[in-house]
């Protein structure tokens, strides 16, 4: 396969850059949070046993996947990691965080669930559209 044969339509184009923008953005702005330690993020790797590596760990693997995502070449390498990190995190909100996030008394009313789910669609969206993209599967 010739890399004109891989190239999108402009349709496909243009849905695949509103999807890969809105993973992206969800992925990068949490950052901050998880960085700095805020008590959401540091309750959440508590409770799954993983604070704080996983916090730091999750940090760095969602600034990979945010920034790949951006980068045209290399987004379906994006979209296929941030599949993997929000599998995890939708897995520990179905499993011992509960859907909705309560902090101080302070509930998150499902929000960080629910971003989850986006960019995991997101993601999906944009793996499904660029899956011929994906160097080790072309064929010669």
């Known amino acids: 396969m010739n890399q004109q ?3 999108l339509s ?10 890969q923008v809105i993973a992206a953005v969800i992925m990068l702005q949490t950052l901050f949070f998880k960085l700095t330690g805020a ?8 409770t799954i046993g993983a604070e704080p590596v996983g916090r730091y760990g999750s940090a760095v693997a969602e600034l990979i996947a945010g920034v790949l995502l951006l980068w045209p070449r290399f987004s379906w390498a994006g979209a296929g990691l941030g599949i993997g990190v929000m599998l995890g995190a939708i897995g520990a909100h179905l499993g011992p965080l509960g859907i909705e996030i309560v902090v ?3 509930s998150d009313g499902g929000t ?6 986006v960019t995991l669609i997101s993601c ?11 160097p080790f599967l072309k064929k010669s």
Not at 11 to 19: E, N
Not at 112 to 117: I, Q
């Open 112 to 117: 960080l669930f629910g971003m989850a789910v």
């Open 39 to 46: 008590p959401e993020s540091i309750y959440i790797f508590t």
């Open 5 to 7: 044969s891989a190239k």
């Open 104 to 106: 101080d008394g302070q």
């Open 10 to 19: 402009t349709p496909a184009t243009i849905v695949s850059w509103i999807f």
């Open 124 to 134: 999906i969206v944009v793996l499904a559209l660029r899956f011929k993209q994906i």
